[in-house]
């Protein structure tokens, strides 16, 4: 390893974890890798982030609420709240004492271009017609906000003795909320490959490949079952003539497919395990 002070350093196996936002070690793979297993033109494809076109606003409030308005769904259960290119995610933290309330503004036809200075969370919840969500809002005082970022899907993501974990493996959006699970998936199956009493040095080159095809084809699956299930909570809404006051006669029906649909998208959720992998 060459760092850029001019320090060096040797390794038997090379993990790389320094998240989405970070290309480093994405770009330093890339780098290396043979024309035979990669287009040496595509590293720049492979390497940088752009912006989704989402941004997102977390607050954190105390449960108060329930003094104010002791019959607020917030208080009882995980809500998701769907609309035109919004929805806001809430749901208790800290023994109940706390809600998390997460608000994801979304449009499509910004993804890819350069991210821009945003109007505040209040005004979009402001604008919501959810009476929940204004409830919120009138206890907010304070609030993050970061824009969603995206690599292009990797083909690959080890060669000889180097491996991508994690985020710098398969970024993917937070709808899921399965980021960190993958990551820890990840390192569960890597490390269990890797403390083998039978693994030599010479082995790992085959170690860290039966790493990718175990973990590589499930972490995908879940980053495009996300990015879907951000598409049907916020885009689906944004169809035209869909929920824009037009009179379809059936709209009520269409919501609860809809509904339907979104709730299968979580149904992967508890099935499997790393160990079964």
């Known amino acids: 390893l060459h760092f850029a002070d001019d320090s060096t350093a040797n390794t038997d196996v090379l993990v790389g974890a320094d998240g989405i936002r970070f290309r480093a070690v994405r770009k330093a793979l890339f780098e290396i890798i043979g024309p035979g297993l990669m287009d040496p033109t595509k590293t720049r494809h492979y390497s940088y982030l752009s912006w989704s076109g ?30 035109k290119g919004k929805q806001v995610v809430s749901f208790l933290l800290a023994q109940g004492t706390h809600i998390n309330v997460v608000a994801f503004v979304s449009d499509e036809r910004k993804a890819g271009t ?37 690599v292009n899907e990797l083909s690959l993501i080890t060669y000889n003795r180097v491996a991508l974990i994690s985020d710098t493996s398969h970024p993917m959006t937070p709808h899921f909320g399965a980021g960190a699970g993958q990551s820890t998936e990840d390192a569960f199956v890597l490390g269990r490959l890797l403390a083998r009493p039978l693994i030599t040095l010479s082995d790992v080159p085959a170690a860290l490949k039966a790493y990718q095809n175990v973990r590589l084809p499930f972490a995908r699956f879940k980053a495009r079952g996300s990015e879907r299930t951000g598409n049907m909570n ?19 029906e269409e919501t609860e497919i809809l509904k339907e649909n979104i709730i299968d998208q979580w149904g992967w959720k508890g099935e499997g395990s790393a160990v079964s992998e």
């Open 234 to 252: 916020m885009l689906q809404f944004c169809l035209p003539g869909y929920y824009d006051g037009t009179d379809r006669g059936n709209m009520r």
């Open 54 to 83: 989402t941004l997102v606003y977390r607050t954190i409030l105390p449960v108060k609420l329930s003094k104010i308005y002791p019959n607020d769904v917030t208080l009882k259960d995980f809500m998701l709240f769907c609309g």
């Open 114 to 150: 350069p991210f821009e200075k945003a109007v505040e969370f209040h005004m979009y919840l402001l604008k919501s017609s959810t009476g929940h969500i204004r409830t919120s809002n009138r206890l907010c005082r304070k609030s993050s906000r970061w824009a969603l970022h995206a």
